[in-house]
């Protein structure tokens, strides 16, 4: 059975604005990260090997995140500076399907342009708008491409769940690394000095 | 015997600019990255393997580089687009001194703020300045975050040589893989918006 979509979540919608960067652009970004056929096969097997996973490693993702306080502010209430934890809630239904969806990427218009929203939501003035909350307005671009490494690393374990062989395992991390690493240079580019992306 | 230092090469060097980032949040970028004690330990590994093949190291670089000429371009000669010799021969000599750095690498303010050169080093207006070179003036952010997967997924095979066990060669390159986002990521600053890094 098809799960709900969570509330939020926009891939798909034709509705969205168009990413400013082009389909012949994203090729040239894939090609430069060595990112071939070989590595969306093991993709899609690292998406079938951790589908029945999603919350085991979310729970290790937030466990991360809010164990250390410079990373959680940013998910905190600018009235109290606790953690809202239905802003949590709401983003981790959001970030399950995102593992499902990197998983899977076709890497086509529609997939491009949601990157193109999903970076607008962690910097001003998009974040907290999706879930109407009032918390600390923007993330720093250097921990958005920092957390690339622990969304890679902790995945191994994982990977390497459904016994095949560790060269397989090594051949879905890196495919895997580039997938992440692709989704957080895409997310960069609002970041960026106008013409310098 | 310690070798001669490259031209242009200034890690040490007094009279370079302050990084704008501060050695605290220096701490925090390897905290997010998961950059531990035991990845310390595997990159003055890694920088005892890779010390006598850096020559083939950058052959594989270079290589890639050269076969693909939306990355070869930023070496190539404004005048007759055709790649400047000298040019790449003056910066191979400072990527080889980079990787013996990279792998012992000591975090500190003088580390830090020749990041921060670098960084320039790849945009408008401090690319080609060094060497004197007519060359195109500005390399993409997006290409340089994405060259972190080439430099870190060949790296392998060289990690593999001395006849360390396949876990030993993976926490190498794990650890290797932190350094190279790490710089990256430092690189990224006068990319990014005011007050967004
Ligand atoms: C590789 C880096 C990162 C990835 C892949 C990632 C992934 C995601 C995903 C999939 C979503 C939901 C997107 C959607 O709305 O459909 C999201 C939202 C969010 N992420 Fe990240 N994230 C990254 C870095 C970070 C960092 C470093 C933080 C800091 C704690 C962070 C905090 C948040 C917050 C607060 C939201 C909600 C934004 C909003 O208000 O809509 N993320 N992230
Ligand atoms: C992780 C990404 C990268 C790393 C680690 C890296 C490493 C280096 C190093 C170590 C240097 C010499 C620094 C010094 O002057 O001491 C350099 C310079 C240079 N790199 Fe990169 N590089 C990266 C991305 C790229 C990309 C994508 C290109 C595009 C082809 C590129 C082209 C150049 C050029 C043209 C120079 C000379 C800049 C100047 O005029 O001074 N680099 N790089």
């Not at 168009?18 to 012949?24: A, F, G, Q, Y």
């Not at 690292?46 to 996973?53: I, K, L, P, W």
């Not at 905190?76 to 399907?97: I, M, T």
């Not at 992440?180 to 013409?195: N, Q």
Request: no cysteine; proline share 8%; hydrophobic share 40%.
């Amino acid at each position: 059975a098809k799960p709900t979509t969570p509330p939020g979540y926009r891939l798909g919608d034709p509705t969205l604005a168009r990413s400013p960067v082009t389909l012949d652009e994203l090729d040239l970004l894939r090609g430069t990260l060595l990112m071939g056929d070989d590595d969306l096969v093991h993709l899609r097997l690292a998406g079938e090997v951790v589908r029945d996973q999603i919350e085991d490693i979310l729970d290790v993702w937030y466990g991360f995140v809010g164990a250390n306080p410079h990373l959680v502010r940013y998910f905190s209430n600018l009235s109290d500076g606790k953690p809202n934890a239905e802003y949590l809630a709401r983003v981790r239904a959001r970030f399950g399907q995102w593992i499902v969806d990197t998983t899977n990427a076709r890497y086509d218009q529609a997939w491009l342009d949601y990157q193109h929203e999903v970076g607008l939501r962690h910097r001003k003035p998009g974040k907290n708008a999706t879930d109407g909350v009032a918390s600390v307005p923007h993330i720093p671009l250097r921990y958005v491409l920092a957390f690339v490494m622990p969304l890679s690393a902790t995945m191994t374990p994982f990977l390497a769940k459904k016994g095949h062989p560790p060269e397989t395992v090594a051949k879905m991390r890196d495919a895997w690394t580039k997938a992440v690493l692709l989704t957080a240079i895409l997310w960069s580019e609002p970041y960026v000095k106008d013409g310098e992306f």
